[in-house]
């Protein structure tokens, strides 16, 4: 079992920067690819992010590939997501999760979620 809990969103302005992290429960934290989810109103939720347990090998979304960076802490049990040049498209609820399978890129390859954590963009 691994729980998550998110913190670091808030409210930026366009072209801001915000870091989310995430903290991990569990001993076996690092065999897990992390990734980072996000939905906004009204529409599904897709991936934004993803680090494999090693740290060495990401892989990013194409509307925020240059912009955002994902990185772990397997010390600290931590995954974190570095987001700047924020754009008002990115408002959303930010999701954390554990990857247990399949595609990295797929929401269902994601057996533990957190409970979000809310990213205001302003323009």
């Known amino acids: 079992q691994v729980q998550l809990v998110e913190s670091g969103g808030g409210l930026v302005q366009a072209g801001g920067s915000l870091r989310l992290s995430c903290a991990a429960s569990g001993r076996t934290f690092s065999f897990y690819i992390m990734g980072w989810f996000r939905q906004a109103p009204g529409k599904e939720r897709e991936f934004v992010a993803a680090?494999?347990?090693?740290?060495?090998?990401?892989y990013y979304a194409d509307s925020v590939k240059g912009r955002f960076t994902i990185s772990r802490d397997n010390a600290k049990n931590t995954v974190y997501l570095q987001m700047n040049s924020l754009k008002p498209e990115d408002t959303a609820v930010y999701y954390c999760a554990a990857r247990t399978g399949g595609s990295v890129y797929d929401t269902s390859s994601y057996a533990y979620w957190g409970q979000g954590t809310q990213v205001t963009v302003s323009s």
């Open positions: 680090v494999r347990w090693s740290g060495s090998t990401t």
